[in-house]
């Protein structure tokens, strides 16, 4: 499968706990992009990295959100102390640079009981 | 600041109907538009952008900078059409190149 993979699909946590998500992108897509989804809404930035370099991060990143790009190749965002504010589905895109068509993983559906 | 509006939430229309699923948007740059789609159970994907200026499935979508819009239409609506559509803005401006942003969607229902 050469498309945007995530891992896990879904998870399901106690507020409090923490998570870990993780997403492959297009081998030669050296540009990665998190969203977050809730419902009703459409995708809203988090952070995006360049290669391991990340470029920006939103300001919905509180301090409890990390994001990390090691060699460039995956990612994982990880959430502490997670919150019920938290539940949302956690979208990973990759791109060529530039304004290129990003391409969209599953998602990662987190609730937070 | 950027700013992606799709008016419509819902939007139903019967098959053989034309649809028009409406855009605006705010960006002070030079904007890149994008309409992207997402069936159900599946992930999103591009539907068209702007600079190609293509005809996909039947989708047309034209920038008018005056008005600040991209609608998208088509003349007749198919079944399979069905689907949640986005319109997205992309960033053009220094560390924020490639980021979307998106509005809020509207789900399209095409009736037999």
């Known amino acids: 499968d050469t498309g945007v993979s995530q891992n896990p699909r879904h998870k399901i946590t106690k507020r409090g706990q923490n998570v870990t998500f993780r997403c492959d992108p297009i081998?030669?897509?050296?540009?990665l992009y998190w969203y977050r989804q809730t419902l009703g809404q459409g995708p809203e930035f988090l952070t995006y990295?360049?290669?391991?370099?990340?470029?920006?991060k939103s300001r919905l990143l509180s301090d409890r959100f990390s994001a990390e790009r090691p060699k460039g190749s995956f990612s994982t965002l990880e959430i502490q102390r997670t919150e019920q504010g938290d539940s949302a589905m956690y979208l990973c895109?990759?791109?060529?640079?530039?304004?290129?068509?990003?391409?969209f993983g599953p998602g990662t559906r987190l609730t937070v009981t | 600041a950027q700013r992606v509006t799709q008016p419509e939430k819902l939007l139903s229309v019967f098959k053989g109907a034309p649809v028009e699923l409406k855009c605006n948007y705010s960006?002070?740059?030079?904007?890149?538009l994008f309409w992207y789609v997402q069936y159900s159970r599946q992930r999103l994907q591009l539907l068209l952008r702007?600079?190609s200026r293509e005809s996909i499935k039947g989708f047309t979508a034209d920038l008018n900078k005056g008005e600040t819009s991209f609608h998208l239409k088509k003349p007749f609506a198919q079944e399979e059409d069905s689907a949640m559509y986005y319109c997205?803005?992309?960033?053009?401006?220094?560390?924020?190149?490639?980021?979307?942003?998106f509005g809020r969607g509207t789900q399209l229902t095409v009736w037999p």
């Open positions: 081998s030669e897509h050296n540009r």
């Open positions: 990295f360049q290669n391991e370099a990340q470029l920006e």
């Open positions: 702007h600079i």
């Open positions: 895109a990759s791109s060529l640079p530039g304004l290129y068509e990003q391409y």
């Open positions: 997205a803005l992309g960033s053009d401006r220094g560390s924020t190149l490639g980021r979307l942003y």
């Open positions: 960006y002070s740059g030079s904007p890149e």
